[in-house]
């Protein structure tokens, strides 16, 4: 057996096992969302614009939320996801609601063989990079579904982000990529921490210019690139909510790096 689908399917069963806490969390609110509150944040919302009528591929959809709240927006949005449970999620809120998303369960790598056609934006967001063993291979899976013309958008985490240890004490991994995964027990999410699932995930740390370098070799051109002193989401150990209401790290507010945008286009020819 390949060692790459041993990482895979522990991380699918962790997927698993996190969407079954998120569905019920305070952090993923799925009440407010059925309410029809959109799930996006500015930084996204900022750079697609008006999305109505445009085909959107979504990877890495998780259950779904942001899919479906570009399609409330008006795109013709497709999820995809590992995680069996977090799919069969999101095709039910998808039927709840009426919205027409399509939902594709596999692995971001085997897309081309689960999918057809091209597509206006790809978009990908906040917790996906970090799954992925092999940049290259994800790149082309991008360029091979975004139309000529069409927009690649990734608002991720910071790598820098994930050097620290998970109070934020020390100096605990590489900023680079060392080849190998990052194995670990965890337990919880963050969602919530105390949740009672424990499960092995697999990581891999890649570096600012190992993600936009995997899409500038596929010949996309990189139109804007951000890195922002805050994250949307409180899904790290020690923060402060600053008066904008984003969150920092105690200790080093505004002096670190938290989330960072990278929007694409692929030429026309
Ligand atoms: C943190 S979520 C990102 C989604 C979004 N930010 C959210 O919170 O709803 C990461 C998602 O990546 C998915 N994932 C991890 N590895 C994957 C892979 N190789 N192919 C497809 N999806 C993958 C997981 O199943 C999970 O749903």
Redesign the pocket.
């Known amino acids: 057996m390949e060692t790459s689908v041993d990482y ?1 399917e522990l ?2 069963q962790a ?1 698993n096992l996190r969407t079954g806490v998120h569905k019920d969390s305070a952090f993923y609110d799925v009440d407010s969302f059925k309410q029809g509150k959109n799930s996006l944040n500015p930084l996204e919302l900022d750079a697609l614009g008006d999305v109505k009528g445009k085909k959107l591929l979504h ?5 779904g ?2 899919t479906l709240s570009w399609a409330r927006l008006g795109a013709k949005a497709t999820g ?4 069996d449970e ?1 799919i069969t999620l999101a095709r039910q809120l998808n039927e709840e609601l009426g919205l027409d998303a399509e939902f594709v369960c ?4 085997d897309l081309p063989q689960h999918l057809k056609g091209q597509f206006d934006v790809v978009f990908t ?4 990079i970090g ?2 063993p092999d940049l290259d291979k994800w790149a082309q899976v991008i360029t091979h579904f975004l139309k000529p013309g069409g927009t690649f958008f990734l608002a991720e985490f910071h790598p820098a982000i994930w050097m620290f240890d998970n109070s934020f004490t020390r100096v605990e991994y590489p900023y680079f990529n060392t080849g190998g995964p990052i194995v670990e027990e965890s337990t919880g999410t963050y969602a919530d921490t105390e949740a009672p699932i424990s499960y092995t995930e697999v990581s891999w740390n890649h570096s600012l210019s190992e993600v936009i370098g995997a899409l500038l070799q596929q010949k996309l051109q990189l139109v804007d690139f951000q890195e922002l002193p805050y994250s949307y989401y409180n899904c790290f150990a020690n923060t402060a909510q600053g008066p904008d209401g984003f969150w920092r790290i105690k200790g080093f507010e505004d002096k670190l790096p938290m989330m960072y945008s990278v929007k694409m286009v692929k030429p026309l020819s």
């Open positions: 895979f991380n699918r997927w990877l890495q959809c998780h259950f939320q942001d995809v996801d590992l995680s977090a596999c692995n971001v790598y967001s906040y917790g996906v799954w992925l």
